[in-house]
Structure formats: structure tokens, C-alpha cells
């Protein structure tokens, strides 16, 4: 081996071994936060039971407790609620699926949701009829001590 080629080699190694000191963390970085595990997320007590008509969706507000980094919230969100002709009862995300406008109920006097902003319909349901790509979608929904909790948002299972 020559003392140019001892050089390069030697140069050429300690550079990469600098090059992946400051790449390493960066790597790190943005890898980390996709191997860590999922928590489940909170059921948030909402209502009492006994408030939720049958066939008629109210809204109801409530908040949950959102921690981001050092950034800590407590953003109010609402979810339509009512039981079904069986009694069960299910929560919809007001969330348009077209362009993510807030749903309002029976505007029109047609029982439908409608989005006020590109004219969306949903059945009671959720079930998308004009417009949105994709039926709303719903809350996960547990019944405790006479208190409705709702979770998770999930695709509706419904329609």
C-alpha cells in the first residue's frame, strides 16, 4: 500500500465516520416516532342516556385532553348522537367527508344532514348521497352507569 492510498483510505474513513455521527440523529429523528407503540385512546363521558331521542340526531359537545409534545390542549369537539329504531345507540362525526365542513341536521325540512358549504347529504345514517366521496364517519360508542362514552373515530360501519 502507498502513503497516497494510506491517506485516501484514512481521510475517506473518518470522514464517513463524521458523515454518520450527524446523519444518525437525523435518521433517528424521523423514524422513532412510527416505531412506537399506539396508545388507545379515552372514552370522554358525554351525556346522560336518557337524553338521546330515538330517530332524532342531536349535538352534543364536549372536550378531550390532547397533550403534543410540550403543547398541551383541551380542543372542544361535538359528535351527532341518537338511538335507531332497536335502541342502539351510535355517534357521527360532523365532519363532511368531501372537504371537511361542519354537517348540520335537517336544514333543508329533508331529515338528511347537509353540509352548508358544497351542498353534501348524508341519510340519518351517514350513508353519503350527493356529493361526498364516503359515508361519514362515527364515533365508537359505550354505555356506562347511564352515561354515553363515546372513543375512537371510525369508519362507519352502519351503511
Not at 39 to 66: C, D, L, R
Not at 99 to 113: A, Q
Amino acid at each position: 500500500m502507498t502513503r497516497r492510498q494510506f491517506l485516501t483510505y484514512t481521510l475517506g474513513g473518518a470522514g464517513a465516520f463524521m458523515a454518520m455521527g450527524t446523519v444518525l440523529p437525523m435518521i433517528r429523528f424521523a423514524v422513532d416516532p412510527l416505531l412506537e407503540k399506539k396508545e388507545k385512546g379515552n372514552w370522554i363521558k358525554v351525556v346522560a342516556e336518557s337524553e338521546i331521542k330515538t330517530m332524532e340526531p342531536a349535538v352534543f359537545n364536549f372536550k378531550i385532553h390532547q397533550v403534543d409534545g410540550w403543547y398541551v390542549s383541551d380542543p372542544e369537539q361535538s359528535a351527532w348522537i341518537m338511538k335507531d329504531e332497536s335502541g342502539n345507540i351510535f355517534a357521527l362525526s360532523p365532519v363532511c367527508k368531501h372537504l371537511g365542513c361542519t354537517i348540520n341536521w335537517n336544514t333543508e325540512k329533508n331529515n338528511e344532514y347537509v353540509c352548508p358549504c358544497h351542498g353534501a347529504r348524508y341519510t340519518v345514517d351517514g350513508k353519503n348521497l350527493v356529493v361526498a366521496p364516503a359515508p361519514l364517519d362515527e364515533y365508537e360508542v359505550d354505555i356506562r352507569n347511564g352515561y354515553v362514552y363515546l372513543g375512537e373515530i371510525v369508519p362507519n360501519r352502519r351503511v
